[in-house]
């Protein structure tokens, strides 16, 4: 059995318009590198963190919380260090603490013989993932664990829905930097809606759902609507409405906040209109004094990686 591995845990995009809190797919390319290795002194230890300025204590840190959430429940003869290397900046909206909170228990379990299923990952993993967005939620942790696109339909208890992934499907994201805080962006959301507001939300998620699974792209471009969260979310970043129209205008299927945002996704068939949505949002912000990054890439079916054995 292995004593060290290093893993590639990928950014994901939570909601996905319609999908508030249940609705996530997993970016390719886009993501932290961590190693971890076994120790005989018991307990979690984070060694080393680059990139970013973030708390080596483990009670503080989303990777420390949730594998200390797997060791309670494994009770390993040993115990852990973490090494992070952090590539998705946090507040980014793409699930920079989920990236942390699931690579760390993925890579404990795969040291362990891997004693856990994905779903009871996800469960660990959703220990941390409170520490940074004050309450348990799962739309980024489950797509990096699993892969692809996927559905929490249920807390508690957890269960979680893989939904298939069209080929031709790409993801064109463009990153503010700016910071807004998940807790944040809750803050600002009503605690009641509209019934009408309501049935198109379903309605809309009902509709992506089933154009995912048959591979209707005029579908999922219908579908990809958000009339309860966008309209307060949007608020908090600057240029949203002319980068969704832009990115419309060059043919991008659908255009939403990522997660809480500051980031924004857009899906497109094909390759060719994913760089070329991506040139028109680029052209929104250039003109302006805030910095920014865009990706563009598939639609990552694997979910976490293994980079070396």
Not at 41 to 51: A, L, P, S
Not at 81 to 93: L, Q, T
Not at 179 to 194: F, G, N, Q
Request: aromatic share 8%; glycine share 8%; proline share 5%.
């Amino acid at each position: 059995m292995k004593n060290e591995i290093k893993i590639f845990s990928p950014a994901t995009v939570a909601n996905v318009a319609c999908g508030f809190d249940v609705l996530g797919f997993c970016l390719d390319g886009i993501g932290d590198e961590m190693i971890v290795r076994k120790t005989d002194k018991k307990g979690i230890y984070i060694t080393k963190i680059k990139g970013f300025d973030l708390p080596y204590e483990t009670e503080k840190n989303v990777a420390g919380v949730s594998a200390l959430a797997l060791i309670e429940d494994a009770k390993p003869n040993c115990g852990f260090e973490i090494e992070i290397c952090k590539n998705i900046k946090p507040g980014s909206g793409i699930g920079s603490s989920a990236a942390s909170a699931a690579g760390s228990v993925f890579a404990i379990n795969e040291l362990l013989g891997k004693p856990y299923n994905q779903t009871q990952l996800t469960y660990f993993a959703m220990k941390g993932e409170a520490i940074a967005s004050k309450c348990e939620h799962a739309d980024n942790l489950a797509p990096a664990i699993f892969g692809g696109f996927t559905l929490v339909k249920s807390i508690n208890p957890l269960e979680i829905l893989q939904i298939p992934t069209p080929d031709a499907l790409y993801a064109t994201i463009i990153h503010p930097q700016i910071e807004v805080k998940t807790s944040e962006a809750r803050a600002i959301l009503p605690t009641e809606i509209p019934l009408q507001h309501a049935i198109t939300q379903w309605a809309n998620l009902g509709s992506l759902v089933h154009a995912l699974h048959t591979n209707d792209y005029d579908l999922i471009s219908r579908s990809l609507h958000d009339v309860v969260i966008e309209p307060y979310r949007s608020q908090l970043i600057p240029h949203f409405k002319e980068v969704k129209k832009a990115a419309l205008g060059a043919g991008s299927l659908g255009c939403g906040i990522s997660g809480s945002g500051p980031s924004i996704f857009n899906l497109s068939k094909g390759i060719e209109t994913a760089k070329n949505v991506e040139v028109a949002i680029r052209n929104i912000y250039k003109n302006t004094a805030i910095n920014f990054d865009t990706y563009v890439c598939k639609i990552n079916t694997q979910g976490m990686k293994i980079l070396n054995v």
